[in-house]
């Protein structure tokens, strides 16, 4: 199955910058479908990204994250052709991990 | 299999369990105890903070203190969001020893929405995409040196992301 997540890593020396897009419905559960029934919470609570088996970044979200989310953040170090480990968790327990290359 | 930060992965689970069984047979409990130390450190998601309905209760619940406005906190909102599904919304600051970055819509049914940590080696600037339910103050909290720091700006919403 293709990864729900897409990484572009970018470093610039000093600095990598990190932007993420994944793929999840982020339901709110405050939303009704046409039926008029309401739709059950679905979303990512925690996401994680590892660089050097170092957690660089840790994203806890809520239920007012948009759908596929997007982030972006930046930190220090960071190699070209480095991994970077990413990973989600939702709220019922669903997770996928993706590793991406430093560009 | 993939694995998690919060214990929720069974396999991790018992593998952990595995592990600090074998090495109270093996070799007493010291292991044991950094592996709880490595749990601890993996702070929990913040259930609570997540499901207060005001701003200020959600802050009081992540941080335990209260905020004060400062003009070091860089909060980058729309004037106007036209869907309040899709609102980009960024935070960065020139405060030094930032620890963590938070965003709370005051007006939504949960005021917080995100909360980021920030290691020493991370820059303090996140961007995101939020949803609003309608015109609302966005509030962007900044831990630095143990002290939070916050910006507000409104944002007004023509079409609201909650489906209302």
């Not at chain 2, 499901?51 to 729309?78: C, H, M, Q």
Request: glycine fraction near 8%; aromatic fraction near 6%; charged fraction near 20%.
């Amino acid at each position: 199955m293709a990864s729900t997540i897409r990484v572009r890593a970018t470093s610039s020396g000093d600095t990598t910058e990190v932007q993420a897009l994944i793929q999840h419905p982020m339901d709110s559960g405050f939303v009704k479908d046409a039926k008029g029934e309401t739709i059950p919470p679905h979303f990512i609570q925690e996401l994680t990204f590892e660089y050097d088996g170092k957690s660089v970044f840790v994203a806890d979200w809520g239920a007012a994250v948009s759908k596929d989310p997007y982030v972006k953040f930046s930190f220090k170090g960071g190699k070209k052709g480095d991994d970077l480990k990413i990973s989600w968790v939702d709220n019922k327990g669903a997770t996928d991990t993706t590793t991406a290359k430093i560009q | 299999m993939t694995t998690t930060h919060n214990g929720l992965s069974p396999t991790r689970r018992l593998i952990l369990q595995g592990a600090a069984t074998v090495a109270l047979v093996g070799l007493g409990n010291i292991p044991f105890s950094l592996a709880q130390a490595f749990a601890a450190a993996n702070d929990k998601y913040p259930e609570d903070a997540f499901r207060a309905k005001s701003d200020a209760d959600a802050i009081k619940s992540l941080y335990g203190k209260t905020a004060e406005p400062s003009d070091k906190v860089k909060l980058d909102a729309p004037e106007i969001a036209e869907n309040g599904g899709v609102v980009p919304i960024s935070v960065s600051t020139s405060l030094a020893d930032v620890t963590s970055i938070s965003f709370l819509v005051s007006e939504n049914p949960n005021a917080l929405a995100a909360s980021y940590k920030i290691p020493a080696s991370t820059m303090p600037s996140v961007a995101n995409r939020l949803k609003m339910a309608k015109t609302s103050n966005v509030i962007a909290i900044v831990e630095a040196g143990g002290k939070l720091y916050s910006a507000t700006k409104e944002v007004k919403v023509t079409v609201g992301g909650c489906g209302g």
